[in-house]
């Protein structure tokens, strides 16, 4: 009797790693959007518009963000009494940042275009990866979470570990700047609630910047489908002349 039983833990095990093995990349994809909502609701978003708070250096700074589904992403922060903003479009992107030494709207570069213009998308890089000219790769994998890699038509690379149990996104990991260098970002994902609609969204959001800074967006309030003019995403035409 030991040895029967024995042998089904044994073949439960090997059943198990089978089942995880014939998880690819494409099919944890497709998990993941569908927890997200799939694509019936996901089609269903048109804008998405949100009322944050971020922490930034021990203090909490309003901030807003709007997205216009292929048209534009647009975030605003109220910091110490300047306006931080940071732009994509279809065409590219611009930023405003005091802090940075930057007070007027200023083009991106475009690796730093490249590397965020996704956020222009509801659902996210994963979501229409094909369309995208994007492509998935699985790293590896463990009891709880996926690793993933997905690589842009731009050769942009960001790596993706999503949990096991609910397919949500907990991270993603790129390349950015800070302060001239290239660094490691990671934004990482928590509190996870449904819309409406049945689109679902992170309320928690914490950025690390190569681990010599970090800070947390806290989602207060989600508006899906409000009317936006699109102009909002242009960089104004007198700083784009000087």
């Not at 997905?150 to 949990?163: F, G, Q």
């Amino acid at each position: 009797m030991k040895s029967l039983i024995r042998g089904i833990v044994v073949f439960s095990a090997l059943a198990g790693t089978a089942f995880l093995n014939a998880q690819t990349a494409d099919e944890i994809v497709a998990k993941y959007i569908q927890a997200i909502g799939g694509k019936e609701a996901i089609s269903q978003v048109k804008s998405v518009s949100m009322e944050t708070s971020v922490q930034i250096m021990g203090n909490d700074a309003p901030s807003s963000t709007v997205i216009v589904d292929g048209v534009g992403y647009k975030s605003e922060t109220d910091f110490n009494g300047t306006k931080i903003v940071q732009c994509f479009n279809d065409k590219g992107g611009w930023n405003v940042n005091p802090m940075a030494g930057a007070a007027d709207p200023t083009p991106m570069p475009d690796d730093e275009y490249n590397a965020g213009k996704a956020q222009i998308h509801i659902g996210g890089a994963l979501y229409d990866l094909a369309a995208k000219g994007s492509k998935v790769e699985l790293l590896s994998k463990d009891p709880t979470t996926y690793k993933i890699k997905l690589t842009s038509k731009d050769n942009v690379e960001s790596v993706y570990i999503i949990d096991s149990s609910t397919y949500f996104i907990k991270s993603v990991t790129g390349k950015g700047k800070m302060q001239g260098e290239d660094v490691d970002v990671t934004t990482s994902f928590s509190d996870y609630r449904k819309t409406d609609v049945g689109y679902v969204v992170p309320y928690a959001i914490d950025v690390d910047l190569g681990g010599r800074f970090s800070l947390t967006i806290t989602v207060k309030k989600v508006e899906l489908n409000k009317t936006i003019d699109p102009a909002i995403f242009s960089i104004p035409k007198a700083a784009a002349t000087t």
